[in-house]
């Protein structure tokens, strides 16, 4: 049986540094780290350099698997953890959405157990997403969630998805329009969860009153709201404008059009913009029809995941990675800038516990390594190699 290689050497650039580095890995961790001294030429690109490990805020499921599934187990989200780590994404939050309550509680139980009794599931995913079910009923804002199963905001219920999740519900996506005096919001506040307006129809009363008890998140601007707003006073320019608000935004080139994109890299300070995927088990999966719930959906060649023969759009087969290549392409943001609204920026606003990125001597690893090619012209970063705590995903060996 040929011995399994444990030593890498990586020979790249720093994220928008000119200087090379060499860089040796044993099971692990750095052994051996040198600065070339002649810099980069003048002109010359960076074409494998070494960047932060990945935080998606926002999974839904991937490669084949739904985070939906009641079947859901501790094998399948062991499956999701290493199909997304050789993606670069260390960290990944599952979002349980609007669903029959006691089928919330169950799926809140399934992660959390495999959380607590499984040290490669904790390594990997930090807590739960709950988006719903206390959103807006009204199509539109309510987007592919189910309307019989959309509810009011209920402490009855809240108690038992948090006794289901054992205190691992990260953060909430909710309509605020929905809880009367904003109430139900104050009490989970009050213990310490993050609220992230999201598939709503809220007014900028209610926003600003929102705002100012400590809700000052948007899940996945631009999408889960009406198809037809207010040209001046609505949600996207309301998030735009206010320097307090912080938001994700699914960058996969379909949820949002490019025009908006750049609009919102230009208007929004770094620290306040993260990518997600809202990646769906679609995610990996060929190109072809599929059926989801009671519905048929069609994955198209570009990546687009639509329902059957039309244009509205069936969630995301798009991957964190996907999502930051077309940011990059997008936003005119340095790669730096870019890496840290995949890492570093969800880390802090989420309070996830996560060092994206650590490359010194005789420390574990903590990095990604990417390569920078051209795909159809369009410069696109795949992953050489994959670093973290002392596991690897090794995908293309530099030397």
């Not at 609505?234 to 379909?254: C, E, H, Q, Y």
């Amino acid at each position: 049986m040929k011995k399994k290689k444990t030593r890498f050497r990586f020979l790249g650039k720093l994220i928008d540094e000119k200087t090379e580095i060499s860089v040796v890995v044993d099971r692990g961790v750095v052994v051996d780290l040198v600065k070339k001294d002649k810099p980069n030429r003048s002109g010359e690109e960076e074409t494998i350099v070494f960047a932060p490990l990945m935080l998606d805020a926002q999974v839904n499921g991937g490669f084949g698997v739904s985070i939906q599934d009641e079947n859901l187990d501790e094998e399948r989200l062991v499956y999701l953890s290493r199909k997304f780590f050789s993606l670069g994404v260390a960290k990944w939050i599952p979002t349980v959405v609007t669903a029959p309550s006691e089928k919330i509680r169950v799926i809140c139980e399934k992660i959390s157990s495999a959380i607590i009794s499984n040290s490669e599931v904790s390594k990997h995913i930090p807590g739960i997403h709950l988006e719903g079910p206390w959103i807006s009923p009204v199509d539109g804002p309510r987007g592919a969630h189910p309307k019989e199963y959309v509810k009011r905001p209920s402490l009855e219920d809240w108690h038992k998805y948090k006794k289901a999740s054992r205190g691992k519900i990260i953060y909430v996506t909710l309509a605020p329009e929905v809880d009367k005096n904003l109430t139900f919001s104050k009490h989970l506040l009050s213990e310490g969860v993050i609220l992230s307006i999201g598939h709503h129809q809220a007014g900028i009363d209610i926003l600003e009153k929102a705002i100012e008890w400590g809700i000052n998140m948007f899940t996945h601007i631009g999408n889960g709201i009406a198809n037809l707003i207010h040209r001046h006073e609505n949600p996207i320019w309301f998030a735009l404008g206010n320097d307090k608000v912080s938001f994700s935004l699914i960058a996969d080139g379909f949820h949002l059009p490019k025009y908006l994109m750049k609009t919102i890299a230009k208007a929004k300070r770094e620290e306040n913009v993260f990518l997600v995927s809202d990646s769906t088990q679609f995610l990996g999966m060929k190109p072809g029809i599929y059926k989801e719930f009671e519905n048929e959906v069609e994955l198209l060649p570009s990546g687009k995941l639509c329902l059957k023969g039309t244009p509205y759009l069936a969630g995301s087969a798009s991957s964190l990675l996907d999502c930051f290549n077309v940011w990059y392409n997008i936003s005119e943001w340095s790669l730096r800038s870019c890496a840290k609204s995949c890492s570093i920026v969800p880390t802090k606003l989420l309070g996830v516990k996560f060092v994206p990125y650590r490359l010194r001597l005789g420390y574990f690893a903590n990095f990604v390594v990417l390569n920078k090619r051209l795909k159809n012209g369009v410069p696109t970063f795949t992953p050489m190699a994959v670093f973290y705590e002392g596991g690897c995903n090794v995908l293309e060996d530099a030397t």
